[in-house]
């Protein structure tokens, strides 16, 4: 099993979307996946049309508890999810003492099925990012191309590498960077791709995904781009994005590519 940390400084970056598409994407290609929704706002239960009352269910809050009795939520034969919501926001502020609570929960036989772990984190540098850090194998830093949002990565990455150093035997791969919502014909979108080249190098990931009405509307309608034609390019974007993260994370899997071709 491997778990990958998608986290942001600020929210509008997109990150629950590409949480979300992705672990559809690799869901419905034969991949076990479990989404672990660590964010108060609870926007990827919300996106996946989850009741996050619902009390037979396994939460992000029983999984800082250390309680896993309960069941795990199922969305299809290979998609599950583990919800969150406000009362989560009481671990938002603790220390990490004597090892993470989050990567402790995961050694569980509960999840020996599954083949990767996706953490929504919150969009803040917290406690709970830390926890997920901690319990992954790899991050991910999405960001929009707009000129604030470089000091949003530096931070993001800073806030990373301070969190693994003072963690014993903690040590994910930071994956790199994904530019999300891109508007390619900006002027200054150039100008913001170069500079990203030249701070992150090999760490900027080769697939950029566009902004697109689709994609933004999608939450609303209860879609993914797993709902969109073949042809469509968002779907083509996303897929590469799923393949280059499996490549990335030396996962010996590679979605079939005429499923967006």
């Known amino acids: 099993m491997k778990s990958l940390s998608i986290l942001c400084q600020k929210g509008g970056v997109g990150k629950t979307t590409i949480v979300v598409n992705i672990a559809k994407i690799y869901s419905n290609n034969g991949i076990k996946t479990l989404i672990v929704d660590l964010d108060p706002q609870g926007n990827t239960s919300t996106y996946l049309d989850f009741d996050k009352q619902k009390k037979s269910i396994l939460t992000s809050q029983d999984l800082m508890e250390g309680k896993l009795e309960k069941e795990i939520a199922f969305l ?18 603790e220390k990490i003492i004597g090892g993470s609570v989050l990567a402790k929960a995961l050694q569980s036989f509960v999840f020996k099925d599954f083949d990767i772990v996706i953490f929504d984190t919150p969009p803040t540098m917290s406690s709970l990012v830390q926890e997920a850090l901690c319990a992954s194998d790899f991050y991910l830093i999405p960001t929009k191309p707009e000129f604030l949002a470089i000091e949003g990565v530096s931070q993001a990455m800073s806030f990373a590498k301070e969190t693994i150093s003072k963690q014993i035997k903690v040590n994910p791969v930071f994956l790199g960077v994904v530019l999300n919502q891109i508007e390619s014909g900006r002027s200054s979108y150039l100008d913001f791709e170069k500079e990203l080249e030249y701070l992150l190098a090999d760490k900027l990931l080769n697939t950029k995904v566009s902004s697109s009405a689709d994609v933004a509307d999608s939450p609303y309608y209860l879609k993914t781009v797993e709902d969109f034609t073949n042809d469509n390019k968002s779907k083509k974007e996303f897929y590469q994005l799923a393949n280059e993260l499996l490549e990335r994370m030396n996962i010996n899997e590679k979605i079939i590519e005429q499923s967006y071709n």
Do not use: M, V
């Open 76 to 93: 299809g034969d290979n998609l599950a999810l583990i919800p969150s919501n406000e009362s989560i926001l009481k671990f938002n502020n």
